[in-house]
Structure formats: structure tokens, C-alpha cells
């Protein structure tokens, strides 16, 4: 108990200290750079709260993808943050004591760190969940069988809303609009350094398989669709930055990519619609195998979850495609 | 199994050892290439040694295969960024650090 709180004190402190760093500081490269820091150890405390779902997500979104989309916007701007005088500042620091005070306050009504009887360790609806779920669903994670089956209406929510972020940013960014024109030469292209092509493109095939597997190992272990669709989304921008945006381009161009954003919202709901056709209610599994119910939850939550890792893949992709496109032609 | 359980601590504490210079090294030496070479080490020999000692724990096969493809995967990735972040920097045109010259 004592290593545990040790590891927990240690790690909040040092994500106090880089919440800190990264206020003072101005090179917004560093700071990036000190946000992925950030991402990681919250990625870290979250193992140690043991929901190792949110810290793959953490991991995945907060230190890889979006590190990089940051590193994209800062190529577009200065890299190095304006000065706001003092006096505007002021307003903006009452907001932070005031939320920080207020949350500091309600944290007075939360239980006791580690207690056993808090609402969530006693009350029956965790036993339901964590029993009766390996008998209605039979699958071992039932983070996944929570999120993909019995709040699957919400996890359409959030699909929905991904769906709608990534065109959102597609019609900013202009892609939407105007075709690829001819560039002169890449910037993004580290052409000249064969070391990382080389490693890149022996580590690439390993980086698709490992994304195919947390797609399809969520049913047994951390993972799903979102944290798949992250690593292939990861896999793609890597290719892109060694290889150069024109081939990335190639391997999969940008209709694709905006099909494929479509894709996922409309394999899900087709699902929902498919259960109604079937006799069921909307995104009711069971419809899927009559005789046997957690056989058709197992294909409904393989179907969402391949919906929900398309279309984060192809919103994460095309929006680094946007702003690599971006950068070439401001040039 | 008590030389299993040694061997393990040794190279546990010699990994430890590794990250601990690394850091060190991070803070203490003088340029940007030093630096570099000091950040290397935490990842390839410090990772590798701790990646080893736990491989040595004897926690059943299914653990050991993931432990011996994350150690796969850290001797191509950590030597690679080694020498990538040196290179960018040699392009960049970041003079190597002499004797005698003040600390960068």
C-alpha cells in the first residue's frame, strides 16, 4: 500500500511539475513536446487506477496523434508564444482560481482514496455489470462489453461526434474544397535520412497488424475500436512524414479517406437498423444469432468496433493530411 | 531458482543503474550530442537490462513473448531516434562540443 501511494504521490508531482513548465514557457515546440509528457504519466496514473482502456487511449491519442497534429499547427504559425500584458491576463487567472477553488471544494465530498465502501464498490448494479455481463455477452472485458452493448446508443453518440469533428476541420482546413495541386517539392519529406526509412518501413507492417490486434483483441483485453483506429491512424501519418505526403497519397488518397469517415456511422447505424429488421430493437445483438444470444452480441461488438476504428482512423489521417497539405502549400 | 531470482535482481539493478546515468547525463553533460548519447542509454541499455531482469522473473510465456517483442521493438526504435535526433542536428549545423569550450 505504501509503494502504491509512493508511485501515485510521485507521479502526480511530476505531472504537477510539467502543468507548471509548460505555463512558463514560451517555445511552443518545448511545450508540445512537455504536453505528450503529460499525456504520458496521466496515461500512467490511469494504470494505476487500473483502467488500462483509458490509459491505452491516453497513450495513443494524447502522446502520439495529437502531438503530432500540434507539431502540424506549429509549422503553420511561430513557434513561439505572444505576450499578453499583464492586465488581460487577469481575467483569465480569476477564471483558473476560481474553477481550481471550487473543485478543490467539491473534492471535499469525494470518498476516501482506495475506500471499499463507496456507492460504486457496493451498489448492485457494479455486480450486474461485472457478473451478469460474462453471462449475457461472454466476453472477458466488460469495458467492451459496456461500451459496445449496453451503452451502445451512446458509443453511436461518440462516433457521431468524431464523424462530425473530422468534417468540421476538413471544411476549416479547405481540402474539401480545393483539389490537390501541384507542390513543388515536400517539406515534410525526410528523404535523406535512409536509416529511417528503412526502419520505418520494416516497423510499418508490425504497427498495422498490432492496431488489427487491439481491434480485435478488445473483447479480451484493453483495446477496441477507438484505440485501434488511433494506431492505424499513427501508422498512416508516420508513413506520411518519412515518406513524403505524395505517397502517402497513393497508398490511400484523400476520397478514400473521406468515404471511409462516412463509412463508420453508417456500418453502425446499419447495425441498429439491421437488429429492427430483424425483430429486434435498435442495436439489440441478440437478433443476430436467435439461438444463441452472446454469439450475436459477439458479431454486433466485432461489427461496431471495425465501425468505430474506420472511421477514427480515417478522421485522425485526413486531419494530419489537411494540415501536412497545408504546410506545403503555404510555402 | 534462487540463481534465476539473483541473475534477475542483478540485472534489474544494473538497468536501474543505466536510467539513473541517463538522467544524469541528460542534466549534466556539456552539448547537444552528449546529451543525446546520454538520453540513448536510458532507452537501449537501461530498458534492455530491466526488459531482461523481468524476463528472468518467470512469469509464464504468454508474458515473456510480449517482453521479448517490446525488447525487439525498443532495439529498433531507440537507436534509431538516437541517431536521427543526432543527425537533424549535424544538418542543422550544431557544432560538436571541444575541450575548454563552455557548456551549451
Known sequence: MTTFVLINVTLLAILIATALTISGMRTLYAATMLTALFSLVTACLFVLLDAVDVAFTEAAVGVGISTVLLLGVLSLTRSREAVTPRLRRLPGAVVVLFTG???????????????????????????????????????PNTVTSVLASYRGLDTLGELVVVFTAGVAVLALLGPLMQPAEAREREVLDLVDYRVLRVVTGMLMPFILLFALYVLFHGDFGPGGGFQAGVIFASGFVLYGLVFGLD????????????????????????????????GGAFLDYDTFAPDDAAAGQHIGILLVESAIGVTVAAVMTSIFFGFANRVESSR | ????????????AAGALFVISGGVGLLRFPDFYTRTHAAGLTDSAGAGLILLGLLLQGAGWETAVRLLIIMLFLALTSPTSTHILAHAARRDGVPVWREGDPRR
Open chain 2, 1 to 12: 531458482m534462487i540463481v534465476l531470482e539473483i541473475a534477475s535482481g542483478v540485472l534489474l
Open chain 1, 101 to 139: 477553488g471550487t473543485l478543490i471544494y467539491a473534492s471535499q465530498d469525494l470518498p476516501e482514496f482506495g475506500s471499499p465502501t463507496t456507492p460504486v464498490q457496493t451498489h448492485p448494479l457494479t455486480d450486474v455489470y461485472l457478473r451478469q455481463s460474462q453471462e449475457d455477452i461472454g466476453i
Open chain 1, 247 to 278: 505517397r502517402a497519397q497513393q497508398v490511400l488518397p484523400r476520397r478514400v479517406l473521406w468515404v471511409l469517415i462516412a463509412v463508420g456511422p453508417v456500418l453502425y447505424a446499419g447495425v441498429g437498423v439491421a437488429n429492427m429488421l430483424l
